[in-house]
């Protein structure tokens, strides 16, 4: 079974509609982050945390919230989705000790929004 | 602010050759630490190496090489006799923060493998 999983894998959407974008992990990493890649960009960071009462934002964080329920749960929310949110989303996790950034990512999730 | 420049946006080469992915990034810290991942057309992305800033030793994985200098500020890649299954978007990262806000990217270069 993969370690990070994301859920739903692919999502089309209207213009308007609240969408949550959910990650599990089950590496028992206490950091977990959000990207979005959009074509020629990269990948950019939205929001992390390092723990469950611990969030923070990332580089493009307007439009977009996150909710961490557990360690292991890490949701990403657009409250009114908006065309120019169209992009592949990736959740990734780390853990601590002396290999605390390396990052393992999930499968990602493909978002269009009409 | 970090910075990583990925100036190649495509490569195209013939199957067995070698082909080098540059990477240029900039940081004002002196611990940082540097990251390849390929995604390929499937979309994940799947780790290559991770290089911390303090060291300078070239590193070798099969037929995977990096080379890393910091007078340059490069961490530069080399496929040696490519396969058409090293085709994918390859993206440098830099993490100069201590995890603290993520990874740094790239924008990726895009390797297409011709058989």
């Known amino acids: 079974d993969a370690d990070v999983t994301q859920t739903p894998r692919n999502r089309i959407t209207k213009t308007g509609k609240r969408i949550m974008l959910e990650c599990s992990q089950t590496?028992?990493?206490?950091?977990m982050y959000w990207y979005r890649q959009d074509p020629g960009l990269g990948l950019r960071l939205i929001y992390y945390?390092?723990?469950?009462?611990?969030?923070n934002k990332g580089e493009i964080s307007d439009g977009y919230s996150v909710s961490r329920q557990a360690q292991a749960k890490f949701s990403l929310s657009l409250e009114s989705a908006i065309p120019n949110q169209t992009a592949l989303y990736f959740c990734?996790?780390?853990?601590?000790?002396?290999?605390?950034?390396?990052?393992?990512f999930g499968p990602g999730t493909r978002l269009t929004v009409l | 602010a970090q910075k990583v420049t990925q100036a190649q946006t495509e490569i195209s080469v013939v199957e067995k050759e070698d082909v080098t992915l540059d990477c240029v990034y900039e940081?004002?810290?002196?611990?940082?630490?540097l990251f390849w991942y390929k995604q390929p057309p499937s979309g994940e992305l799947v780790f290559l190496i991770r290089?911390?800033?303090?060291?300078?030793q070239n590193e070798i994985s099969g037929r995977y090489s990096w080379n890393f200098q910091k007078s340059t500020s490069s961490f530069n890649f080399t496929i040696t006799a490519s396969q058409v299954v090293d085709s994918a978007v390859y993206f440098c990262?830099?993490?100069?923060?201590?995890?603290?806000?993520?990874?740094?990217f790239g924008k990726g270069t895009h390797l297409i493998i011709q058989p």
């Open positions: 990734a996790t780390s853990g601590g000790g002396s290999y605390y950034n390396e990052q393992f």
């Open positions: 940081t004002r810290d002196t611990t940082y630490y």
């Open positions: 290089r911390n800033s303090f060291d300078e």
């Open positions: 945390s390092f723990d469950v009462k611990d969030i």
């Open positions: 590496k028992g990493h206490d950091r």
């Open positions: 990262a830099l993490d100069s923060g201590g995890g603290a806000d993520g990874l740094t």
